[in-house]
């Protein structure tokens, strides 16, 4: 295990090389010039070339990249241009809220969509079946603004139960951190749930007929024993795989969400830099996301072979 | 004994304070419509970061709600005769949130600051004092390149935010991280995209009018959802409210609804002459940006997009403006004078125009609105929605036909006007070149009298709305809502929030 | 390890084709999903036929009216007929949801089977470029693809194809991994069958179930991501209708006009429903091991 670990490190180094150059270009690839956006409203052509000077745009593509990463080897990812922030504060600030946010919108994933899952392949053709994937597939097509507006309104606005929006750290109150995180985090679960759910039925059908799970029941195994230690198993590879992307999906990509219970998470992060043009702060979020996906990946790959114990032995 | 009897006393006169004014802790919370940029009133361009700096940062002059210039850190000021140095006492007693000083010394340093900081954006907004002169402790002269009657107007936003020359100097560029004014409230703590806080300065010159401990200004980009906040009592304001929640805000007893028609405007910028593409119909003919003005109904569009709750419009200022021209009075469609101009023009079997538009609600659904009436007179409109950055780059660039944008509009009338309408201007995208408007527009910028300044507008506007170079539509409202605790609230023009005199009663 | 272990083992042959279909055919849920399906093709595409108002109509005595007998599904928030746009925005709606799917299969599953059946320098090489893909962010491959491209609803469904393209490479991979270790697919290496034949024979039908589930799941978020895109200048651009589209505005008017989003969602989730049903349909029908 620890040589295939190594290995994949290893590998993982030019990966993260080829994004840091891809992440680069952007600068070039993306329409908009960002001191157009950040000369503010009057964009005084003066002023326009002295930014333009100061934050070396002048300078050729490849110049600016090699500065940019000097520093970011040191550990400095620059300054946002639009609060002049050091990037890697403002991701301090954010990755914990992000982190917070994906664990718990997981465990509502993990926790509704696998048992759904099971159920409705277990009692597949029956009415269970039919409402657990009638539910599922609402959960996947109610937008997240809806369900997240209509929440607001509804325990909010109207029970008065929950905090409508914000963001309490954990360090500093966490009943209260998690109170607040409950809504969103139950937003993006269902949603996320759906796939799971679907996933896991489908896969826990193919296994259910496969032999080494007949040869389970034909040897007398309680049903519960069978299905959830044979079957359950094996289904497992989409699942493992799914959960890692998604996760990764959940730390970038909760934009709306974040938007409508007003978290500062890295989607609303990422997407306020892209549109401000602030690309210091692109960059660094990038980076850092590309970093987690390679780490979820791994940890995916590492779950097969602790799944499956014929992988282990070749 | 007598300390006990001080005691006893001061015991009761706090009972009675409270009574009479609401001293208990109270945190106002304002949603705002999205997080402020950097905070430093010399680098910062955002409308958001300007509600803050209402908080945290006195100016020299104010304005009042009709626009008139009023004293705030400036006591009072005397411009020469010959209009080219500007001479004004200061208030004593004032102090930075870091204790330094303010006097004539400090003015003079923030003045350089703007104009000599590689970052700053105030550049050109004090382009005219070339030197200041410190004649006293508490007085200052501005010397100018000649008359501007501009000045003052600017000296009551940013460009007259007033900074501890201390902290300044310390923090540089990195000022805004953590800055220092003489606000009624000092700078706390600040999360990027989650929100600003600050708490009162003891020691603020007005502190008996500032009825709130601490300030806490969040970011909550979504219309309906910073309405539901309020409702739910997470918030205790909001600005900029959607026209179409009004009905919704209106009904709710525990909330006030305040609104004030802002400075600016919405219109469609046409390419005149920019680069290869102003070389079309649209940018070569004015008859034809003629026809589509006379295609649209402003007042319905108004009706049906915002409810009536905005001010149509058809000048660069909106009709309650003293500046209005009232010669040109807005009208409503006249479809057979656009197809007729449209026949003149060579096409009476219709012609296309793309515009480009940021891609948001509003200005889809306005736009939308305006392709259906334009319809009408055969003038076939096609839309690209594209966000703001890439938008703006394109008109810049001249790499459009017709672009639909606004201006968040400026207290003194050459803000709306002077760098849209002259040559070379650095708002000037349509590169719309007249002489004669140049020569009004740098007329009324030296005018000494509001009424020779306002003949100068008035001519101006005649050729503007003649050539219509930008084509208005509507004047945006400023709405905030509030809860009905709070009193004493004040809408201005210019959509800031002031909190002085504000009370909140539980 | 005989032939005949191999027999009993999934294979898809001509002969399997037709009790395939047989099977789909009694498949009762299947039949619902293919019906919903087929009706909102043929809305789709009947939609220039049917006798409904224009979709870009304006009536601004009628803004964000509740439905009615006049406007069945109600008005827009500029007077437009919600049942009108509901049915030409089908047409672009599922163009999204069916294209773009269809392009992230065809490049997905077969890097998929390449780089978790052969592993080594091809899976490093796949899986590397595989997490380059999903760092970026969909917004950002939304907005130079916008630039580059320039609007139309083709380049928004390559956007959106692109960016779905790495979740199914990743699931064929990790199960092939899985599958490549079975005691028949070493059989079949045993007796020497070429590898194109291992994988399609022994390999893909394995793969097949977890990638049709994905493929109809991500026929909804399409849908949905078109929507996005239309506004950053990819897509349908207004007044044209998209279901997407429609929902987005109606994020406004939650409270004054719910059946603004109301009908996009019912729709958007019938869709998804039917493809579904269908999905599971075949999925039983090709799975070999099914009686």
């Not at chain 1, 005084?44 to 990463?69: C, G, H, S």
């Not at chain 1, 210091?280 to 791994?298: E, P, R, W």
């Not at chain 2, 009706?303 to 909106?318: M, R």
């Not at chain 3, 097949?208 to 950053?232: K, Y």
Request: hydrophobic content about 50%; proline content about 5%.
């Amino acid at each position: 295990m620890l040589p295939f670990l190594f290995r994949r490190i290893l590998i993982a180094l030019p990966t993260i090389v080829l994004i840091s150059i891809f992440v680069f270009a952007l600068q070039k690839l993306l329409p908009g010039d960002p001191l157009l956006v950040l000369a503010g409203e009057e964009r005084d052509p003066e002023t326009l070339a002295l930014l333009r000077e100061k934050y070396r745009f002048n300078d050729p593509i490849w110049m600016q990249y090699f500065a940019w990463v000097g520093n970011a080897l040191q550990g400095d990812l620059g300054v946002s241009l639009r609060t002049n922030q050091p990037v890697t504060e403002l991701m301090g600030q954010k990755l914990p809220v992000t982190i917070q946010l994906a664990v718990m919108s997981m465990i509502f994933a993990l926790v509704i969509g696998i048992p759904a899952g099971i159920l409705s392949a277990v009692k597949k053709g029956t009415a269970t079946d039919y409402i657990a994937n009638l539910v599922a597939l609402s959960g996947l097509s109610i937008p997240n603004f809806w369900l997240g507006i209509m929440l607001i309104l509804l325990v909010s606005v109207k029970w008065q139960l929950l905090p409508a929006s914000g963001y309490v750290p954990l360090s500093e109150d966490i009943w209260q951190s998690v109170r607040t995180m409950l809504m969103p985090s139950f937003v993006l679960g269902t949603a996320l749930a759906a796939t799971l759910m679907r996933h896991t039925r489908s896969s826990m059908l193919s296994v259910m007929n496969a032999d080494y799970v007949r040869t389970a029941r034909a040897k007398g195994l309680a049903e519960r024993v069978v299905i959830l230690k044979h079957a359950l198993r094996n289904a497992l590879t989409p699942i493992v795989t799914l959960t890692a992307l998604l996760f990764g999906e959940l730390v970038a990509g909760a934009v709306l969400t974040e938007q409508i219970f007003t978290i500062p998470g890295f989607g609303k992060l990422i997407v306020d830099a892209v549109f401000n043009r602030d690309y210091a702060v692109v960059q660094g979020v990038v980076l850092v996301t590309a970093a987690g996906f390679i780490v979820m990946n791994l940890f995916a790959d590492m779950m097969y072979f602790v799944l499956n114990p014929r992988l282990r032995e070749q | 004994m007598l300390n006990l009897k001080t005691a006893v006393i001061t015991a009761l006169l706090g009972a009675t304070a409270l009574t009479a004014s609401p001293a208990f802790a109270k945190d106002l919370r304002i949603a705002l419509q999205s997080d402020a940029d950097v905070l430093d009133p010399d680098q910062s361009r955002t409308f958001v970061g300007r509600i803050v700096y209402a908080s945290l940062c006195d100016k020299l002059v104010d304005i009042t709600p009709d626009l008139e210039i009023i004293p705030q850190l400036a006591t009072s000021w005397v411009t020469s005769d010959d209009g080219t140095s500007v001479t004004m006492q200061l208030r004593e007693g004032v102090l930075f949130h870091d204790g330094t000083a303010f006097n004539a010394e400090a003015v003079a340093a923030n003045i350089e600051r703007s104009q000599t900081m590689d970052e700053s954006r105030r550049k050109s907004e004090l382009k005219s004092i070339t030197s200041t002169e410190v004649t006293g402790e508490y007085e200052i002269k501005l010397n100018l390149a000649g008359p501007d009657a501009t000045l003052l107007a600017q000296l009551a936003d940013r460009a007259g935010m007033m900074v501890s020359p201390t902290a300044a100097n310390a923090a540089g560029v990195d000022f805004g991280l953590n800055p220092v004014c003489s606000g009624a409230f000092s700078f706390t703590e600040r999360v990027a995209q989650d929100k600003i806080v600050l708490t009162k300065f003891a020691d603020y010159w007005n502190a008996d009018e500032i009825h709130f401990d601490s300030v806490t200004f969040l970011p909550i980009p979504d219309t309906t959802v910073r309405l539901a906040n309020l409702q739910s009592g997470d918030i205790d304001m909001l600005e900029r409210l959607a026209a179409t929640d009004l009905t919704q805000a209106n009904g709710d007893d525990s909330i006030v609804v305040e609104s004030a028609v802002s400075l600016g405007y919405q219109g469609i910028t046409f390419n005149i002459n920019n680069g290869e593409k102003g070389d079309n119909p649209w940018g070569n003919d004015k008859r034809l940006r003629q026809a589509l003005s006379y295609a649209i109904d402003r007042e319905a569009l108004n009706q049906v997009v915002f409810e009536g709750a905005f001010a149509p419009g058809n000048q660069s200022f909106p009709s309650s403006s003293p500046w209005y021209n009232a010669s040109l009075p807005l009208e409503g469609a006249d479809v057979a004078k656009a197809k007729a101009l449209l026949t003149e023009a060579g096409f009476a079997d219709g012609i296309d125009l793309e515009v480009q538009v940021p891609n948001s609600t509003e200005p889809l659904a306005v736009m939308q609105v305006v392709q259906a009436m334009a319809a009408q007179a055969g003038i076939n409109i096609q839309l690209t929605s594209k966000e703001f950055a890439t938008l703006l780059a394109d008109q810049s660039a001249g790499d459009f036909t017709a672009s639909q944008i606004g201006w968040s509009g400026r207290v003194d009338p050459d803000g709306n006007n002077h760098s849209f309408m002259v040559e070379g201007g650095g708002l000037n995208d349509a590169k719309y070149s007249n002489p004669k408007m140049d020569e009004l527009m740098n007329a009324a910028r030296v005018a000494p009298t509001t009424a020779e300044r306002k003949a100068f507008y008035d001519e101006a506007m005649v050729i503007m709305l003649d050539d219509l170079p930008r084509l208005f539509l509507y004047h945006v409202n400023w709405i905030w809502a509030y809860s009905d605790n709070m009193k004493g609230f004040t809408a201005y023009p210019d959509g800031m929030i002031r909190l002085e005199g504000v009370t909140w009663t539980e | 390890m005989t032939n005949t272990a191999l027999a009993s083992e999934p294979v898809l042959t001509a002969k399997t084709e037709n009790r395939v279909w047989k099977k789909f055919r009694s498949h009762k849920s299947a039949m619902v999903g293919g019906v919903l399906v087929a009706f909102f093709i043929l809305i789709a595409i009947a939609a220039p036929i049917l006798p409904i108002p224009d979709p870009a109509a304006t009536d601004w005595g009628a803004v964000r009216k509740a439905p009615s007998l006049a406007h069945w599904m109600g008005t827009d928030e500029i007077g437009r007929d919600v049942l009108s746009r509901m049915i030409w925005g089908a047409q672009a709606s599922l163009l999204a949801g069916v294209v773009s799917v269809s392009i992230a299969i065809a490049i997905g599953v077969p890097l998929g089977l390449i780089a978790g059946f052969f592993g080594g320098w091809s899976d490093a090489v796949i899986s590397r470029c595989t997490e380059a893909l999903l760092a970026a962010p969909f917004l950002i491959l939304a907005i130079a693809l916008a630039a580059f491209l320039g609007p139309s609803l083709t380049n928004a469904m390559i956007a959106i194809g692109i960016s779905a393209t790495p979740i199914f490479i990743r699931l064929t991979r990790g199960e092939v991994i899985n599958v490549k270790s079975e005691d028949y697919v070493d059989s079949a290496r045993a007796i020497g069958l070429p590898t194109p034949r291992i994988l399609s024979r022994y390999i893909l039908p394995n793969v097949l179930p977890p990638i049709l589930v994905q493929a109809t799941l991500t026929i909804a978020t399409a849908i949905i991501a078109e929507a996005a895109l239309s506004f950053l200048g990819l897509g349908q651009q207004p007044p044209d209708p998209s279901w997407g589209s429609m929902l987005n505005t109606a994020k406004n008017f939650l409270n004054q006009a719910p059946w603004m989003a109301l009908w996009p969602g019912i729709s958007i989730f019938l869709v998804v429903l039917g493809f579904n049903l269908l999905g599971d349909g075949l999925r039983d029908a090709l799975d070999p091991r099914e009686h």
